[in-house]
């Protein structure tokens, strides 16, 4: 026992405390609640990728320790994915690490490249682990809002160029983004690239999304943007993509000096993790562009069916063009404290849901938005969307 009145809990993360997930699932589950709250897919992915998985495991692969940087399977599937999809090339050897999950990457990378007392320009609200992640590293977060639009959340470039200082090391982005399901357009991406190159930023992007972008529209990956391709971490992800979030195969590309500097971090993490899965997930990256198309098409439709409730029942719906996500206003509602209203929803509702100040450091520019996941069987949509109509009184 320490007998030292001094908190247990490392300085870095004391602010951090437990996460909004474990309150509101424990909150689900007291009160028989949909739980909307936390984004994983109720439904596991393909067939042929789980049987994949048992194949390995059968074979005796991956039950052991995988080489450091991943099973060459899996390197040389992601670097052909980017190829097929993007025109990005990348050398399997030298330019392609596996880690556990896209929150390995993102550690990794954070650990790796930042010293203490560089600054992170990150798209607030962000995804939880970045602000754990910059702190654990000892530099400083600094948020440029998102804000809504014409129905939409809007990266203000202006505010971006404002937020650069000369202690800046690098921008830390995220497109398809979490919580808000905005998509960053060709013009506010290009205004990224273009600001990096100008101050000689490094950029970590957070790409775990990219197959689920809506209404037609392509993912354009911050790497192909002029003059990226050498500064860009890009972070992709199995789980997302092919809903088996508790895989944790995850995956960077970029130029070798950045591989080498994050796989430096990373082997100090988990040093290697989830071998048969990686030959698994090496399977997945090879479905015919058929499974791409139906999914998106799936989860579109599940989007559409849940928006359509929440505006029903009088909530103002921001457009998500991407993620599992949709994030709306409950000022329409009467409403303008998300905290408040997502503790008081199982019981008015019985649906879970996550207030957007969690993902804020300006606790009030996310006060009155409350995010939705619609990851969810469509049955369990509708009753959602049933039992979220008592709101319209
Ligand atoms: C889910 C998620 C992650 C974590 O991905 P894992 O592969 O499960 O570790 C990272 N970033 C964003 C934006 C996410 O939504």
Redo the contacts with the bound molecule.
């Keep these: 026992m320490t007998s030292s009145a001094r908190p247990l809990l490392n300085r870095s993360l004391a602010e951090f405390g437990t996460t909004i997930f474990a309150e509101m699932s424990a909150l689900a589950l007291r009160t028989g609640s949909i739980n909307l709250g936390q984004?994983f897919p109720d439904t596991d992915g393909p067939e042929e990728v789980r049987e994949a998985a048992v194949r390995a495991l059968r074979d005796g692969r991956g039950n052991q320790y995988p080489p450091g940087p991943g099973v060459p399977e899996l390197r040389t599937a992601v670097a052909a994915h980017q190829q097929r999809l993007y025109g990005l090339t990348y050398d399997p050897d030298t330019e392609v690490l596996v880690t556990?999950?896209?929150?390995?990457?993102?550690a990794a990378s954070l650990l790796a490249l930042l010293e203490p007392g560089d600054e992170v320009v990150a798209l607030e609200p962000y995804?939880d682990?970045y602000a754990a992640c910059i702190a654990m590293a000892g530099a400083r977060r600094v948020p440029v809002t998102l804000r809504p639009a014409e129905g939409r959340f809007r990266l203000d470039l202006d505010e971006l160029r404002a937020a650069v200082t000369d202690r800046t090391r690098l921008l830390l982005i995220?497109t398809p983004?979490?919580p808000t399901g905005t998509v960053l357009t060709r013009e506010e991406l290009a205004a990224v690239a273009e600001l990096a190159v100008e101050r000689d930023l490094l950029v970590v992007t957070?790409e775990?999304?990219e197959h689920l972008v809506f209404d037609g529209a392509e993912h354009l990956p911050l790497a192909t943007f002029p003059g990226m391709r050498e500064r860009t971490v890009t972070?992709g992800?199995?789980?997302?993509t092919y809903s088996f979030?508790g895989w944790?195969?995850?995956w960077v590309t970029a130029a070798p000096g950045l591989v080498t500097a994050v796989r430096s971090a990373k082997q100090f993490l988990t040093y290697v993790a989830s071998g048969p899965f990686q030959y698994a997930v090496a399977e997945a990256l090879a479905l015919p562009g058929s499974y791409f198309a139906d999914f998106r098409a799936d989860m579109q439709a599940k989007r559409d069916l849940l928006a359509s409730g929440l505006r029903d029942a009088g909530f103002e719906v921001f457009t998500s063009a991407g993620?599992?996500f949709i994030t709306t206003d409950i000022r329409p509602l009467g409403e303008s404290d998300g905290f408040a209203f997502c503790r008081a929803l199982p019981e008015r509702a019985g649906v879970v849901a996550i207030p957007n100040a969690v993902f804020y450091d300006h606790r009030d520019a996310g006060a009155p938005f409350v995010r939705f996941a619609f990851c969810k069987r469509t049955e369990v949509l509708e009753e959602a969307v049933q039992r979220l109509k008592t709101l319209a009184g």
């Design positions: 984004g556990a999950g896209a929150t390995e990457a993102i995804y682990s995220n983004h979490n957070d775990v999304y972070i992800s199995a789980g997302k979030t944790k195969v995850g993620t599992y």
